[in-house]
């Protein structure tokens, strides 16, 4: 199974606007993060917003927060208030075991801001 | 701020040679790794590095390749016999323990003909 999953295939926004950009997951282990990171055309990679598992409350970073349904297996990333700078390529990934583990990406999800 | 810096941007090669590509971490960092990217496609995991020895590699990271941290600073990785389908970008990240999030460097666009 894949461990990270993001089956939106492009999304497109209407400047100002808030969306949303799915990730599901799997995994066994109790302690893991979850983390969004950004990919403009540029093709640097930025980071976003990271939830730890046991984290309660949902994560916020300004303009971005993220919907953790721990139950359902879900980490959706919510831009709020959509900019043109937004538009770029959108990869959630994990982390497994311990603190300094490796990333795993899902494959990413295109988002496109209309002015 | 500091960041991690890699060299060089772009790099093209012939199908057999060997490449070197370079990494600066961040400089009190401990925690290194290689990711990959082929085009379009997601981010993999390659190798990660903590204390002068790999931590964990995946099925990727064969024979062909090879990490090393040659000084106090420079974090490299080595391709002996490049083949096509080794094009690719690549990211160096680094981190300290326990620091959530791992900080990536601009990459390193292999280009294999």
């Known amino acids: 199974a894949q461990k990270i999953t993001q089956t939106q295939p492009g999304m497109f926004v209407q400047e100002k606007e808030a969306v949303t950009l799915d990730c599901t997951y799997d995994t066994s282990d109790q302690s893991y993060g979850l983390f969004w990171y950004k990919q403009p055309s540029s093709g640097e990679m930025i980071f976003l917003i990271y939830q730890g598992s046991y984290d309660e409350q949902n994560a916020t970073e300004g303009r971005y927060s993220l919907n953790f349904q721990k139950a359902r297996k879900s980490a959706n990333l919510v831009i709020s208030a959509s900019q043109l700078g937004d538009s770029a390529m959108y990869f959630c990934?994990?982390?497994?075991?311990?603190?300094?583990?490796?990333?795993?990406f899902g494959k990413g999800i295109t988002l496109s801001v209309r002015p | 701020e500091p960041e991690v810096t890699q060299t060089p941007s772009h790099q093209v090669t012939q199908m057999g040679q060997e490449v070197i590509l370079r990494c600066v971490p961040i400089s009190n960092h401990l925690y290194f790794y290689w990711y990959r990217q082929i085009l379009g496609q997601k981010v993999e995991f390659l190798v990660s590095f903590y204390n002068n020895e790999i931590s964990e590699k995946s099925e990727i990271f064969d024979d062909q390749f090879s990490v090393e941290r040659p000084d106090g600073s420079n974090f490299t990785l080595k391709i002996r016999s490049t083949k096509l389908e080794d094009s690719a970008m690549y990211f160096c990240?680094?981190?300290?323990?326990?620091?959530?999030?791992?900080?990536f460097g601009p990459g390193t666009r292999l280009t294999v003909l």
């Open positions: 990934a994990m982390r497994e075991g311990g603190a300094n583990s490796k990333l795993t």
């Open positions: 990240a680094s981190t300290l323990r326990g620091l959530r999030e791992q900080f």
